[in-house]
């Protein structure tokens, strides 16, 4: 059998695939230790979103917001969102009279 250094590929081969591994390990420990917090780091998450579509969209629900005017520049952010935040709210239809989307 011939030694790393008269392989085809040499110590450059072999330098490679130590890299490779090293990586694979890397990804495998950075993964576990993220996957308890995965659910909770979601959850907060889709706090967030509702709260930012709750500021964005409180003019139209009645609600006195502050930055109404700067809010309005984000509305067609969240158009495409709209339908599965008032899901998730708990509407079963959409709570805007201008704004349909079931």
């Known amino acids: 059998m011939p030694s790393p250094a008269e392989s085809p590929d040499g110590l450059a081969g072999l330098g490679a695939r130590v890299r490779a591994g090293l990586r694979a390990v890397g ?30 969209l409180g003019e139209s629900l009645g609600l006195p917001n502050p930055m109404g005017y700067h809010s309005l520049e984000l509305l067609p952010a969240v ?24």
């Open 27 to 56: 990804a495998w420990a950075e993964e576990s230790y993220h996957l308890p917090y995965r659910s909770t780091l979601a959850r907060a998450q889709a706090d967030e979103d509702d709260l930012f579509m709750l500021m964005v």
């Open 79 to 102: 158009y495409e969102r709209f339908h599965v935040w008032h899901q998730r709210m708990g509407m079963d239809r959409s709570p805007l009279d201008h704004m349909s989307c079931c």
